[in-house]
């Protein structure tokens, strides 16, 4: 069973910040936050993913909160190709083949509106 | 760098029947997953194989399997189709070289649909 909890839909006006929230209240110490999402009709595509810190790359940014209990996802400027569903996952991984896999749960169908 | 090749993108098979779906991975990555996604249940995993070798396994009947090449390509396979196998069967791989973690890199999938 996946172990995060998301809202299943969001909305989100063209041109301004979508934050998706995240909460995995049960992460171990060791667990990373992961975030995918998936374009209808294509496979899921990596976004981010961190332990601790927040983290920033070309797509988005990773807010995890002090007690590692919840996460926020953020696209900066959202655009229509944007529109996606939004998975929040956790998982240890140590890069060796055989760790838990990723398991997906329903995660958050964000629209985004022009 | 050319990215995760499945083949083929869409097939239609009858119950009983038994289908063979192929999977290229990124040139360098050695590690392969299969993942079933269904409106029902959502993406669930299948299996994990990394040099030849099958090293993780979700949960589903032995109809489904898999394999690994030696160049890293790999193959599933589901026997005996039943109309709840109509999904769209996704692959995935990822470097292992060292990381600390290894995001996974996902095809476009096949689009299995059982009649």
């Known amino acids: 069973d996946a172990k995060t909890t998301q809202p299943p839909s969001m909305d989100c006006a063209e041109g301004r910040a979508a934050n998706l929230p995240c909460n995995h209240s049960?992460?171990?110490?060791?667990?990373?936050v992961y975030w995918y999402r998936q374009i209808h009709s294509q496979g899921p595509q990596y976004i981010i993913h961190?332990?601790?810190n927040n983290e920033t790359n070309e797509m988005a940014s990773l807010i995890i909160t002090e007690d590692r209990k919840s996460s926020t996802l953020i696209l900066p400027h959202a655009t229509l190709r944007d529109t996606a569903v939004y998975y929040c996952i956790v998982r240890v991984d140590f890069g060796r083949p055989g760790n838990t896999p990723l398991v997906f749960g329903k995660g958050t169908r964000l629209s985004v509106i022009a | 760098k050319a990215g995760v090749t499945q083949t083929p993108r869409y097939l239609i098979k009858t119950r009983g029947q038994q289908v063979t779906l192929s999977c290229s991975p990124i040139s360098g990555h050695r590690s392969v997953s299969w993942y079933q996604q269904t409106p029902g249940q959502g993406l669930q995993f299948l299996f994990e194989y990394f040099s030849e070798t099958q090293r993780n396994k979700g949960n589903f009947p032995g109809r489904f399997s898999g394999r690994q090449f030696s160049n890293s390509r790999s193959e599933m396979n589901v026997s005996t189709l039943e109309l709840g196998d109509s999904a769209l069967y996704l692959c995935?791989?990822?470097?292992?070289?060292?990381?600390?973690?290894?995001?996974?890199?996902f095809g476009e999938g096949s689009r299995l649909t059982v009649l």
């Open positions: 049960t992460i171990s110490g060791n667990e990373y």
């Open positions: 995935a791989s990822r470097a292992l070289a060292g990381e600390v973690t290894g995001e996974l890199f």
């Open positions: 961190g332990l601790k």
